[in-house]
T-cell receptor
């Protein structure tokens, strides 16, 4: 799986958009970009994923650059409950190899402030 | 759908005793489950891959005799920390591949183990 680079920490004001960047310059053509987050003392939670096109769901938007070497997760109106560590992971989707697992990097610690 | 239930959520045990952590897939069958360990302010580190009906695969540096994994059914994997020491105190998280969801993996809520 391609390596990702994320800032260690970010702050965001409550109600504003939180934009979390991720660099994945060695991503392969068949690798997807996944975002998970981990609220303190909980298991990781899936947010969104994409391959080439920008994606949006009820939680967030994912913007992937045209060369796919970087992406940005956008939380449009951050709340205090969005304070968490956000992980960007790139891997092949639907790989049926039962041994494949998610590899977590350091992630970005997002602090949403009142 | 694709919910993984993990119990207990937190446990305190004495040094030298054993602790069992359960991970259940509630609404799907999981032939493979993954066990992670997370120390404070660090990321998740994979410990082992649990395979239903066969032996678990352990990551380098993880003692298989200390961290016993049993995956006897398609919905249950257990991790037993044997002869626990204070340095085993950590946050343990299980995960399973979530079928038919598109997003790949679902995680348990984690178990906070404190060895005193």
């Amino acid at each position: 799986d391609a390596k990702t680079t994320q800032p260690t920490s970010m702050d965001c004001a409550e109600g504003r958009a939180a934009n979390l960047p991720c660099n994945h310059s060695t991503i392969s053509g068949n690798e997807y970009v996944y975002w998970y987050r981990q609220i303190h003392s909980q298991g990781p939670q899936y947010i969104i994923h994409g391959l080439k096109n920008n994606e949006t769901n009820e939680m967030a938007s994912l913007i992937i650059t045209e060369d796919r070497k970087s992406s940005t997760l956008i939380l449009p109106h951050a709340t205090l409950r969005d304070t968490a560590v956000y992980y960007c992971i790139v891997r092949v989707r639907g790989n049926n190899n039962a041994g494949n697992m998610l590899t977590f990097g350091g992630g970005t610690r997002l602090m949403v402030k009142p | 759908g694709a919910v993984v239930s993990q119990h207990p959520s937190r446990v305190i045990c004495k040094s030298g005793t054993s602790v069992k952590i359960e991970c259940r897939s509630l609404d799907f069958q999981a032939t493979t489950m993954f066990w992670y360990r997370q120390f404070p302010k660090q990321s998740l580190m994979l410990m082992a891959t649990s395979n239903e009906g066969s032996k678990a695969t352990y990551e380098q540096g993880v003692e298989k005799d200390k961290f016993l994994i049993n995956h006897a059914s398609l919905t249950l994997s257990t991790l037993t920390v044997t002869s626990a020491h204070p340095e085993d105190s950590s946050f343990y998280i299980c995960s399973a591949r979530a079928p038919n969801t598109g997003y790949g993996y679902t995680f348990g809520s984690g178990t906070r183990l404190t060895v005193v």
